[in-house]
């Protein structure tokens, strides 16, 4: 099953929902998702075609606004679907997926961690990665170091001076945009 | 009369501490912590083909009972504090070799937000091993440079020589 | 009555195993709330060797990246490198010649086996028997070096590059490899003869923490975990890829050989017989290695068109997936690692309740775990 045999079943379950299929220009399709559809889809993917299997939940900081991948899998038919939900800074919430998933649990305290993405609903959001009183959420593109953690200092040696600063200050292209010159 | 005795005992103290420190070298023991991928080489060298246990060293799981304590692999921000517990957990006299260039320097992942940028700035150092991952045979030659630094321990000579203050 | 079970008084103790532990394989960290020797719950604390590579990944470019794939799982180096090869080489739309793919094959395979014997030798070490663990290493020893002679490490191998391997094989290696295969033939007996009929051994393993086949689909096991459990799913037979196909192999899954499916030693002896599976397919594609190209002819560091691409191998673990976001410039936009351990720490807090402190020693190491993929 394609991209587009299962953006055509979900319109056909779902007739009211904007679902969107969309590309960058090489690589793979994805759907996109509005924010409060998200659990409805994924359980009626889950519990009517066989999508049993999560595999990858993961969130990104496009710098026009925050994203969550789900890539879910069935077993039998052998194939697997990308859908993606985006949000906004000001108010990154999506409902959280760990009652249909069972290792949706960590995937997003990770999401939550380090980027700052809340799951409503989920039993346990707090910290994984990094110390609990850590500040900041580290995968954000405008993320900024703290001089030092609990008195032992951030600094670089000398020979590890960035070539490339690790956090940019101009923020990067749009997803799906074509390169410039290319 | 006095003078004489002191001057000449004095090559006494020195081979008292060559005795004292030539067990203790050959018996290092250290602390089973290893955490990334040099503690696999770590692994490796204790097993067949390097043979650690040939300079008397085995692993032991509890800080109390070792004198060495090799960092292998990075340390997190979020590890650091159990590192410098461990490290007071351990009795004196104790000694660190720091391996491979995470726990050098930060290594490749210096550049991240998350790793420790060098052990030393938590722990002090006594022998540095470069390395990503150091063979057994690079950590072979760090261990028997510790060896050489236990070598040099002056025990008796302290002892000597506080003697030698109090009675004159 | 004084002196009866009913008149003590029970309570539960909160206990802390890890980060520094023998049996923990790696820097983790479980909190047990334990009533005696009952574990009645487990908490997973996870983090302590969290090296930020993601972040790392979007200053990086694409080329100087392989070294840190080899990193997320130090022991299954090769897979990390072929996942994120295989979806640059996606995303640039560039094919990989049959020599090269023969090539990789070949060293994941050989990567394969040598995890499972320090996998299996591991957890033989932490129910207290340290002798097989000498033996896997032994074995390991020989395989180093011909990954010497492949690469030039031992350990951490950036092998791979955008279209094939990094080098061509030294004159004489595929006899040396063959050579070796040879030897490993008697290996297994020997191996079992030590420590998988022995009583006690199975004794400690059989009906311990069975994962049924519908908890392990929920919590996205994968590998030797999700097949001993009973499902039938293999990354390189359901969804080929590079050269799979031309091989014959079976998947190993598991029957609950003196126990039930799923349960502890049901883990393990899928791990002892993947590795006789690894073997054939190394000896098929030495064998059968074609004359050729081992590098496909593209820029070294190349320009990857805008786009987002997710591909996945078959680890040793489990699935490790590589979910690249490209942005049009020489660096990712953002690189998101999918390892399978981090889902097998998720699943502990649902199967571990109701047995003790030493079958959690004994569970753990059979989920194969290492730390650097939980935390990445």
């Given at each position: 099953m394609t991209a587009n045999d299962i953006l055509a079943l979900l319109q056909q379950h779902f007739p009211h929902t904007p679902f969107e299929l969309q590309q960058g220009q090489a690589g793979d399709p994805w759907i996109l998702v509005p924010a409060d559809q998200i659990l409805p889809t994924l359980d009626h993917l889950k519990s009517?075609?066989?999508?049993?299997?999560?595999?990858c939940l993961g969130g990104i900081d496009y710098t026009t606004g925050l994203g969550v991948v789900y890539i879910i899998r069935s077993l039998e038919k052998k194939c697997e679907v990308t859908l993606k939900v985006l949000l906004p800074y000001d108010q990154p919430e999506v409902a959280s997926a760990h009652a249909l998933y069972g290792n949706a649990n960590f995937f997003e305290r990770e999401a939550w961690d380090l980027l700052g993405i809340r799951f409503s609903g989920h039993p346990d959001l707090v910290r994984i990665m990094l110390p609990d009183d850590w500040e900041g959420h580290p995968l954000r593109k405008d993320y900024v170091e703290a001089p030092d953690y609990h008195g032992i200092p951030t600094t670089r040696p000398d020979s590890h001076a960035l070539l490339t600063p690790l956090y940019p200050a101009k923020p990067a292209a749009e997803p799906g945009a074509t390169p410039e010159g290319a | 009369m006095e003078p004489l005795i002191w001057d000449a005992g004095f090559a006494i103290p020195t081979k008292i501490d060559d005795l004292i420190n030539l067990p203790r070298k050959n018996s290092l023991w250290y602390l089973l912590f290893a955490t990334a991928c040099c503690g696999i080489e770590l692994m490796q060298t204790g097993g067949p083909r390097t043979d650690l246990d040939r300079f008397g060293m085995v692993f032991r799981a509890t800080p109390r009972q070792v004198d060495l304590l090799l960092i292998a692999g990075s340390i997190t921000y979020k590890m650091a504090e159990e590192v410098r517990r461990l490290y007071d957990q351990m009795p004196e006299p104790k000694y660190v070799l720091a391996m491979g260039s995470c726990a050098n320097c930060g290594g490749l992942f210096s550049r991240g937000y998350s790793v420790v940028k060098g052990i030393d700035k938590v722990i002090p150092v006594d022998v540095y091993l470069p390395g990503c991952p150091p063979r057994p045979e690079a950590l072979n030659h760090a261990m028997m440079t510790i060896q050489k630094r236990i070598q040099k321990d002056h025990w008796a000579q302290r002892m000597f020589n506080e003697a030698e203050a109090i009675t004159k | 009555m004084k002196g009866t079970a009913e008149s003590l008084q029970h309570d539960t103790t909160i206990v802390n195993m890890g980060p520094q532990h023998p049996s923990t394989h790696g820097v983790l960290n479980l909190t047990l709330t334990l009533r005696g020797e009952l574990i009645e719950a487990a908490r997973p604390k996870v983090g302590f060797l969290h090296r930020a590579i993601e972040k790392i990944a979007e200053s990086t470019q694409y080329v100087g990246f392989i070294p840190y794939t080899d990193r997320v799982d130090y022991l299954s180096a090769m897979f990390g490198n072929q996942g994120y090869c295989m979806a640059v080489e996606k995303l640039l739309g560039i094919e990989v010649p049959r020599r090269a793919e023969y090539m990789r094959v070949v060293a994941c395979e050989l990567n394969r086996i040598i995890n499972h014997l320090i996998a299996c030798g591991t957890f033989a070490m932490d129910l207290g028997a340290f002798t097989p663990f000498l033996h896997g290493m032994r074995e390991r020893e020989m395989v180093n070096d011909m990954m010497e002679k492949i690469c030039g490490a031992r350990l951490n191998y950036n092998y791979m590059r955008f279209g094939g391997v990094s080098r061509d094989w030294v004159p004489g290696l595929d006899k040396e490899i063959l050579a070796f295969l040879d030897r490993f033939e008697t290996f297994l007996p020997e191996f079992n003869r030590l420590i998988t009929g022995n009583e006690i051994f199975v004794k400690r393993l059989v009906h311990v923490v069975p994962i049924s086949a519908a908890q392990a689909i929920k919590y996205g096991l994968g590998g030797p975990n999700l097949r001993a459990s009973g499902v039938d799913f293999d990354l390189r037979r359901d969804y080929p890829y590079s050269v799979y196909p031309e091989f014959k192999f079976k998947v190993i899954t598991g029957v609950g050989y003196r126990g039930e499916t799923g349960d502890t030693f049901s883990r393990y002896m899928v791990r002892l017989d993947e590795m006789v599976e690894s073997a054939k397919i190394v000896r098929q594609a030495v064998e059968g290695i074609p004359e050729g190209e081992y590098l496909a002819k593209v820029a070294r560091n190349p320009v990857v068109p805008a786009g987002e691409v997710y591909t996945h191998v078959e680890s040793t673990r489990g699935e490790m997936g590589f979910y690249l976001i490209s942005d049009g410039t020489d660096k990712p936009f953002r690189c998101k690692i999918r390892t399978s351990s981090f889902c097998a720490m998720a699943a502990i807090p649902e199967v571990i309740p109701g047995f003790m402190v030493a079958d959690l020693t004994a569970f753990f190491g059979s989920l194969d775990v290492v730390a650097p993929e939980v935390d990445r």
């Amino acid at each position: 099953m394609t991209a587009n045999d299962i953006l055509a079943l979900l319109q056909q379950h779902f007739p009211h929902t904007p679902f969107e299929l969309q590309q960058g220009q090489a690589g793979d399709p994805w759907i996109l998702v509005p924010a409060d559809q998200i659990l409805p889809t994924l359980d009626h993917l889950k519990s009517q075609h066989g999508f049993v299997f999560l595999s990858c939940l993961g969130g990104i900081d496009y710098t026009t606004g925050l994203g969550v991948v789900y890539i879910i899998r069935s077993l039998e038919k052998k194939c697997e679907v990308t859908l993606k939900v985006l949000l906004p800074y000001d108010q990154p919430e999506v409902a959280s997926a760990h009652a249909l998933y069972g290792n949706a649990n960590f995937f997003e305290r990770e999401a939550w961690d380090l980027l700052g993405i809340r799951f409503s609903g989920h039993p346990d959001l707090v910290r994984i990665m990094l110390p609990d009183d850590w500040e900041g959420h580290p995968l954000r593109k405008d993320y900024v170091e703290a001089p030092d953690y609990h008195g032992i200092p951030t600094t670089r040696p000398d020979s590890h001076a960035l070539l490339t600063p690790l956090y940019p200050a101009k923020p990067a292209a749009e997803p799906g945009a074509t390169p410039e010159g290319a | 009369m006095e003078p004489l005795i002191w001057d000449a005992g004095f090559a006494i103290p020195t081979k008292i501490d060559d005795l004292i420190n030539l067990p203790r070298k050959n018996s290092l023991w250290y602390l089973l912590f290893a955490t990334a991928c040099c503690g696999i080489e770590l692994m490796q060298t204790g097993g067949p083909r390097t043979d650690l246990d040939r300079f008397g060293m085995v692993f032991r799981a509890t800080p109390r009972q070792v004198d060495l304590l090799l960092i292998a692999g990075s340390i997190t921000y979020k590890m650091a504090e159990e590192v410098r517990r461990l490290y007071d957990q351990m009795p004196e006299p104790k000694y660190v070799l720091a391996m491979g260039s995470c726990a050098n320097c930060g290594g490749l992942f210096s550049r991240g937000y998350s790793v420790v940028k060098g052990i030393d700035k938590v722990i002090p150092v006594d022998v540095y091993l470069p390395g990503c991952p150091p063979r057994p045979e690079a950590l072979n030659h760090a261990m028997m440079t510790i060896q050489k630094r236990i070598q040099k321990d002056h025990w008796a000579q302290r002892m000597f020589n506080e003697a030698e203050a109090i009675t004159k | 009555m004084k002196g009866t079970a009913e008149s003590l008084q029970h309570d539960t103790t909160i206990v802390n195993m890890g980060p520094q532990h023998p049996s923990t394989h790696g820097v983790l960290n479980l909190t047990l709330t334990l009533r005696g020797e009952l574990i009645e719950a487990a908490r997973p604390k996870v983090g302590f060797l969290h090296r930020a590579i993601e972040k790392i990944a979007e200053s990086t470019q694409y080329v100087g990246f392989i070294p840190y794939t080899d990193r997320v799982d130090y022991l299954s180096a090769m897979f990390g490198n072929q996942g994120y090869c295989m979806a640059v080489e996606k995303l640039l739309g560039i094919e990989v010649p049959r020599r090269a793919e023969y090539m990789r094959v070949v060293a994941c395979e050989l990567n394969r086996i040598i995890n499972h014997l320090i996998a299996c030798g591991t957890f033989a070490m932490d129910l207290g028997a340290f002798t097989p663990f000498l033996h896997g290493m032994r074995e390991r020893e020989m395989v180093n070096d011909m990954m010497e002679k492949i690469c030039g490490a031992r350990l951490n191998y950036n092998y791979m590059r955008f279209g094939g391997v990094s080098r061509d094989w030294v004159p004489g290696l595929d006899k040396e490899i063959l050579a070796f295969l040879d030897r490993f033939e008697t290996f297994l007996p020997e191996f079992n003869r030590l420590i998988t009929g022995n009583e006690i051994f199975v004794k400690r393993l059989v009906h311990v923490v069975p994962i049924s086949a519908a908890q392990a689909i929920k919590y996205g096991l994968g590998g030797p975990n999700l097949r001993a459990s009973g499902v039938d799913f293999d990354l390189r037979r359901d969804y080929p890829y590079s050269v799979y196909p031309e091989f014959k192999f079976k998947v190993i899954t598991g029957v609950g050989y003196r126990g039930e499916t799923g349960d502890t030693f049901s883990r393990y002896m899928v791990r002892l017989d993947e590795m006789v599976e690894s073997a054939k397919i190394v000896r098929q594609a030495v064998e059968g290695i074609p004359e050729g190209e081992y590098l496909a002819k593209v820029a070294r560091n190349p320009v990857v068109p805008a786009g987002e691409v997710y591909t996945h191998v078959e680890s040793t673990r489990g699935e490790m997936g590589f979910y690249l976001i490209s942005d049009g410039t020489d660096k990712p936009f953002r690189c998101k690692i999918r390892t399978s351990s981090f889902c097998a720490m998720a699943a502990i807090p649902e199967v571990i309740p109701g047995f003790m402190v030493a079958d959690l020693t004994a569970f753990f190491g059979s989920l194969d775990v290492v730390a650097p993929e939980v935390d990445r």
